[in-house]
């Protein structure tokens, strides 16, 4: 059928002369329906009088439309030419007075192309994967870059033909390396590739207009879009608190679907292994095969997930640490997600410092949450954060604490109402929070009404999945110098969103800005930790300021507040002190350790194509991991493993029998096992103890020695 021939860097590629007899035939052109148009300058004509970011609509916003259009149609280069680039610069500074008239041909137009594009080469990836006598170069010096930042659209089919070459055989050492066989793994690629041609045959006008819209409505705010009727559906399911299915977030990253945040108290949080930024693979039910889901539609994968209570269901994922050619596979028990499910917690955590033993209450803040439907039918024991809150701050008194610490990490928000309540537990009257609309009003009625329940010694830890009310509490904590904040930078998401019914589906749209009392935004920059922890994400790829077009960090004027500087003169020795741990403490190293190893592999640019080479690659990792554990242990006078081999049948045990126990029982091991050494479970909450630790005894310090200056002055007079 085709000739293959063997070039000097020996890459086996197809044969320029022949590649377009490959192509399937062009698939019939999606065509604009009637009313898209009208219902096209409908959501035009709201982001432009409505969205809290006014912008000029001129030939500025057509050239930023065009890139966000190809980018959200091509986002990893894999199926434009330059050639087709080059045609769509004819719309670079017409894009904007098309879409005044409600003119969507060009999106149209632009999504054809690159449909077909991709259905050609899936087609031509397939006829490959299927010839026996097409033999994949496993011995190569080759690599392959995937960032599409370093990389140009193709100059020619061939190029195209040649680059997916090289993916064909990367895809291939992912699967080997996971355990299949030579003939297993093309079987799987050939149903991968089938099934990406029918998502592309399943497309319609509906989904081309949605795409489209989005494109536009990406200039404005990463958290404004267009659902149609079917994404709106999905959403309102997503959105509902009665969600049967794991609990998790999920979007669209190239052909991946990735994971935003895992919903707590939902089954994959209590399950414990899914973490943000992991990419789903597979899904399968039960004991069923699992489906490759690469390049699916994510309302398509959502439908795989989403299932009955009490069913199950299986994920392949690749971590978002460490070696991306592995995967792992995890079965999960479908269940009704509710926010209010995890509720707040606390325990008892002893530190000592200076010889002195401390007993400080850790209260874990999973999400702001509210059960409104209890509240609104006037049950006297409705859930919500404050209130359980209340009960655990009344506990730790009454086991007479020397201080809290407040964990708010991986919070990602939920209820403004209980973001403000929970901060009246801890400060006297005041504002908590400004919020200003697209009109430039601010609204200060987010306030504390009521005397502090807890007046005591306070330390708030965040980090960099800490967002929006989260941010709020936190941040009004820091303004009115009520505790210190430890941690990493937090996500910086501080707009309101607004859900209103268009003629057509609806449009989600930021309306609004959280401000602090001290006049910052929390918008995009977050909040700074008084005292900075290593992140377990990483800044560059997590966070608001990783998003296009993210609103700015700004400032407004400052509100009038009570406001303590007592605590600003303890950040300097707390932090000297807190820097000399971080290098003596061995669970602490060992996490700066792993932290610093898998930031190494992130900084990897490209992929070698030598199947030798990348088991080499894959068993650094585990042996990267290995010698950091056997020097922690060794710096613990504890005994190292002896082996690589003896490690890896540690964890593999541990794994075996938390997943044998029914999901309650672990969380219930899980937490006590962690109380019995918080140490080396989280050193980051342990840190955390020991900085409020010392801030009490410098505190109990120096109210001793003014005690005893007050009593010399008086002896004196």
Known sequence: MYQLFRTLSCRLIFLPTLIFSLSVAASVPIETEDGQSSLYREIFERLASRHYRSQEIDDALSVRYLDEYINTLDSGKNYFLQSDIDEFEKWRSKLDDL????????GFIMFNRVRDRAMAQLERNIILLEDENYVFDFDTSDSIIFDPELRSWFKSQAEASEFWEKRLVDSMIRLILNEKEEADARELLVKRYKNQIKQFEQRDSQDVLQLYANALAALYDPHTSYFSPRTNENFQ???SLSLEGIG????????YTKINRIVPGGPADLHGVLKAEDKIVGVGQAEEDIVDVIGWRIDDVVALI?????TTVRLQFIPSKGDSSNTKTITIVRDTVKLENKSAQSKILNIVNEGQTYKLGVIDIPAFYMDFEAYRARDPNYKSTTRDVYKLVEELKDADVDGIVVDLRSNGGGSLYEATSLTDLFIDYGPVVQIRDSDMRVQRNQRAYRRAVYNGPLLVMINRLSASASEIFAGALQDYGRALVVGSQSFGKGTVQDITALSSGQLKMTVSKFYRVSGDSTQHRGILPDISFPSVHDLDEVGESH?????PWDSIHRVPHQTK??????ISPLTESHLERRKEDPDFASLIERIELSDKWAREKSLSLNLEQRRIRSASWDLGLFEIENRRLLAKGQEPFATLEAWRNSDEINEENESDLPEEQAQLQEEEEEEANISETDPLLFEAGRILGQQI???STRKVQRLAQVESERVND
């Open 306 to 310: 989403r299932g009955a209570k009490d």
């Open 99 to 106: 879409s005044k008239r409600g003119d969507i041909e060009p």
């Open 697 to 699: 005894f410098i505190e």
């Open 565 to 570: 500087d007592e605590l600003k003169a303890f």
């Open 248 to 255: 998790a977030e999920l979007s669209t990253e190239d052909d």
């Open 237 to 239: 399911i997503n959105m």
């Open 547 to 551: 998003q296009d077009n993210a609103l």
